[in-house]
């Protein structure tokens, strides 16, 4: 069994151009929970001045749907966002840093050490809420300003937020270049860590399935994806969409690897928006299921 987290709606959407109306973020994300994701990332409380597209938040979250099972997402860079997430009833909140300081400054205009900082004291007030907290390395192979990573970086960024008590860690290929040895490289040295780590790839180069078959070959067990294979980071030029939930879908599938999710259903949610966007998703498995009557 493995666990798909949905990151579309947040990551899938922020970083289109057009504001896409918050009926149309609300339809997308009810079929999404209606294909039986556990987990959905829904939307950010960052600084509306840095994502236009999610400035919406609350107007998005007061409305979603409670689904058994499902826990909805949101995510988070500092205690205001937390404040807003709290404000708005969620019951997990993802905060984010990097492996890469430039990449930090430019995302976050934080170091990585002052993120730390910040969230020390916001897991405690988020335990305190009994609110659970996720947390995000970007840049854990290659950083699109600094380059290669040392993986000691990304050692020491993840195992710093498992210290403070974060529950789940994923490793964002934000750019979408790591290849399977260099996943496995990372993945040998936190094997120990496996039942708290996540993956998170971009699919820029096309090899993040292969990644995640590497790192689900190795015991790893929790993926994100994405709807249609939307998505990307603004702060991170040259980036493309995460990996396609439907494409992750058809391989577990056919692996014979339970999912719970059902990939039609995706399909239907990517395709509903696509249409909405006036254009083609990156997803293969969707372009296929849709030239297939
Ligand atoms: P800053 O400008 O340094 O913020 O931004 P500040 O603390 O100096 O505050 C400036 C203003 O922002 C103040 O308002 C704050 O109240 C406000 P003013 O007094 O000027 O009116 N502010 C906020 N407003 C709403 N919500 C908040 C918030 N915090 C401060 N939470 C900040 C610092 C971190 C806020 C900003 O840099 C930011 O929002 N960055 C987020 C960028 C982002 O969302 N990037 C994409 C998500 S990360 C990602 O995609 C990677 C991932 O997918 C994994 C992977 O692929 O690797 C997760
Ligand atoms: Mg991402």
């Known amino acids: 069994m493995i666990r798909l987290v949905e990151v579309g709606p947040r990551d899938g959407l922020q ?12 339809q997308f994300i009810e079929a999404l929970a209606q294909a039986g994701y556990q987990e959905i990332e829904a939307t950010s409380f960052v600084s509306p001045r840095w994502i236009p597209q999610l400035a919406d938040a609350e107007e998005v979250s007061h409305q979603l749907k409670p689904h058994d099972g499902l826990t909805y997402t949101a995510l988070i860079p500092n205690r205001k966002g937390l404040q807003r997430a709290l404000e708005c009833g969620y019951r997990r909140v993802a905060v984010f840093t990097a492996a890469s300081e430039a990449f930090s400054q430019k995302n976050t205009n934080r170091t990585i050490s002052e993120s730390l900082q910040e969230f020390a004291p916001l897991v405690e007030e988020a335990r305190k809420a009994e609110v659970s907290v996720r947390g995000y390395v970007s840049t854990a192979w290659h950083c699109p300003y600094a380059g290669r990573i040392d993986l000691k970086e990304t050692i020491h960024v993840t195992e710093a937020l498992i210290a403070m008590g974060i529950e789940e860690v994923s490793l964002g290929d934000t750019v979408g270049l790591a290849v399977p040895s260099e996943v496995e490289l990372l993945l040998e040295q936190l094997h120990h860590h496996r039942e708290k780590i ?3 790839f971009h699919d820029t180069s096309g090899t993040a399935l292969a ?16 709807a249609g294979g939307l998505g990307g980071c603004p702060y991170a030029p040259g980036a493309s969409g995460n990996l396609a939930s439907e494409d992750i879908l058809y391989m577990f599938e056919q692996m014979g690897v339970p999912t719970g999710v059902d990939l039609q259903k995706v399909a239907a949610a990517s395709s509903q928006l696509a249409t909405h966007l006036n254009r083609k998703l990156p997803s293969r498995t969707l372009a296929r299921l849709l030239a297939t009557p």
């Not at 970083?15 to 609300?26: A, R």
């Not at 790192?215 to 994405?226: I, R």
Request: proline share 3%; net charge negative.
């Open 15 to 26: 970083n289109e151009k057009d504001i896409v109306p918050v009926e149309v973020k609300l």
């Open 211 to 226: 990644n995640v078959l590497r790192a689900y070959q190795m015991g790893y067990t929790v993926f994100d994806c994405s």
């Open 198 to 200: 996540a993956l998170h």
